[in-house]
């Protein structure tokens, strides 16, 4: 996978309005800006992401994810 295909799958998946997504081809790092986030604590939104990818991580299309920064758009703007 390339980084655009990661940042696809989370504007689309999780309707993100920000997506940053870094990498190699097999780690990936990514600031992730969804209103799906709203109300949920860090550990919720992690596991958000993870569920929304987890046909291409257990497929092995996607290796490795590491959040690097899970916002709302409103935590966002305030940055």
Not at 7 to 26: M, N, P, S, W, Y
Not at 38 to 47: K, M, N, P, V, Y
Request: proline share 4%; hydrophobic share 45%; glycine share 6%.
């Amino acid at each position: 996978m390339t980084p655009e295909q990661v940042q696809t799958l989370l504007i689309t998946r999780l309707d993100a309005t920000v997506a940053e997504v870094k990498g190699d081809g097999h780690h990936f790092y990514a600031r992730v800006v969804s209103p799906r986030f709203e109300g949920l604590a860090l550990l919720a939104r992690h596991r958000l992401v993870k569920e929304a990818l987890k046909d291409v991580i257990d497929s092995g299309e996607l290796h490795a994810l590491s959040l690097e920064k899970t916002s709302t758009p409103a935590e966002w703007a305030a940055l």
